[in-house]
């Protein structure tokens, strides 16, 4: 399988906006249950938020009102709209299939920071 290809972080002040996007070209992306998901060193990687085929979406309770999951099944791209960030956003952004995994890509860093 394909590995999901991750981007759109950076650094960006608390109170900032970020718009990741997840490419997963080659994949039977528009019948899977999607995920965002994070991680920092020393910790496990934590889903943040979920998208069903039918595009109902969970999240995690701390980016609840902040964040958004989104997804393009013709372009096969998933997206994560980030708002209000906060300095306990700071990680490494990945996506991925939630149900069944593909090797995880290498994610894109988001740094919230003054």
């Known amino acids: 399988q394909v590995q999901p290809v991750e981007s759109g972080g950076g650094l960006v002040q608390p109170g900032g906006s970020l718009r990741l996007s997840c490419a997963a070209p080659g994949s039977d992306f528009s019948r899977n249950l999607m995920g965002w998901y994070r991680q920092v060193p020393g910790k496990q990687r934590e889903v943040v938020a979920s998208?069903?085929?039918?595009?109902?979406?969970n999240y995690v309770e701390s980016v609840k009102g902040r964040f958004t999951i989104s997804r393009d099944n013709v372009k096969k791209t998933l997206y994560l709209q980030m708002n209000n960030l906060k300095p306990e956003d700071t990680a490494v952004y990945y996506c991925n299939f939630v149900l069944n995994p593909t090797p995880w890509g290498q994610g894109t860093q988001v740094t919230v920071s003054s």
């Open positions: 998208i069903r085929s039918s595009y109902g979406t």
